[in-house]
């Protein structure tokens, strides 16, 4: 069996996901990294470039770009905030909550009512709880009476990280 | 935790903002940093080794090269936090797995090849555990960028 998805068999040809397969660990650092993954995936540099240029217009490639570990940076308080949001507004007040600069993350997610009563999550990043608080008491603004309820959820312990991959052509 | 300089917290701020595409990108932003091609590249290789970065390269639209994710959560008994922790990390589907400090303490993101696998993994864990698993996949993204100064 092919493990490449079937979206990704409809939406890039064969040599987009070579170059996927050959980059999605790393972009080479090279002073030509674009020759570089070119070698690896029987192309030419330009033609790589090309590639990554139609990628980054489609959305598929985001950008190329540094991915940072926020504890090595000195983020010491991780914190998933959840907001349970108006829903006739969530939309509108998720773009301005994702706006705001020290939040990272910021989505629309299912409640499992009553469980789960919580529709926004937006990820703050603070060194220490107290600044990470006051990021928080940023946000509690900005909902104002559309929000009806919000909690916090430190992150205590990486348990896993393996981050994501695709398999590749060979792979089951 | 590695000590950074003023050039590495410049690098790890403008490489988040992405690298062009270009023949010699790294000279382009060795140049806006005012440093050489060969110092960013050394700079970068160390900032990498030492996990200041957990990454560097193209950032992949995961669900838009067909793959699904989704965010699960689950209330954990603490006695049985870590046995639990070895159930849910040993599926290959599991690609992060965080513990967090609330009733639901254990935040894990499932990735798999096709939409249905969610369910069935998920289904999966509830089984081996006998706990509850509430699937959390993203509905909407707001606003994505990243723009943590380091």
């Known amino acids: 069996m092919n493990a490449v998805p079937d979206d990704l068999r409809a939406g890039l040809d064969d040599l987009d996901r070579r170059i996927v397969l050959a980059t999605q660990a790393g972009l080479p650092l090279v002073p030509r990294p674009f020759r570089a993954v070119a070698e690896q995936v029987g192309a030419d540099e330009a033609e790589v470039m090309r590639r990554f240029r139609r990628m980054q217009a489609t959305g598929i490639v985001r950008r190329i770009g540094a991915v940072p570990n926020h504890y090595a940076l000195g983020y010491r308080a991780n914190g998933m905030s959840v907001w349970d949001v108006d829903d006739a507004q969530v939309d509108a007040l998720g773009e301005q909550v994702g706006a705001l600069d020290f939040v990272s993350h910021c989505y629309r997610r299912p409640r499992h009512l009553p469980h789960w009563p919580y529709n926004l999550f937006a990820m703050v990043h603070g060194r220490d709880r107290e600044e990470a608080e006051r990021q928080i008491a940023v946000i509690a603004q900005l909902l104002g009476a559309a929000c009806r309820g919000h909690d916090v959820l430190y992150s205590t312990r990486i348990l896993k990280k393996t981050g994501l991959r695709f398999a590749g052509p060979d792979r089951d | ?150």
């Open chain 2, 1 to 150: 935790m590695p000590e950074l300089d003023a050039l590495d917290r410049a690098i790890v701020n403008r490489l988040q903002a992405g690298l062009p595409v270009s023949e010699r990108p790294y000279a382009e932003v060795a140049a806006e940093l005012e440093t050489s091609e060969a110092v960013l590249l050394e700079r970068l290789q160390r900032l990498l080794d030492e996990r200041v970065l957990t990454r560097f390269g193209p950032l992949y639209d995961a669900e838009r090269l067909g793959g699904a994710f989704a965010l699960c959560a689950m209330a954990v008994p603490e006695a049985r936090f870590d046995a639990v922790a070895e159930q849910v990390n040993a599926l290959p589907e599991v690609a992060h797995n965080y513990r967090r400090e609330h009733r639901f303490n254990m935040w894990f993101v499932l990735a798999t090849e096709q939409p249905d696998d969610i369910e069935r993994i998920a289904d999966a864990v509830r089984e081996q555990t006998g706990l509850p698993v509430y699937v959390m996949p993203k509905e909407r993204e707001y606003h994505l960028r990243l723009k943590l100064e380091a």
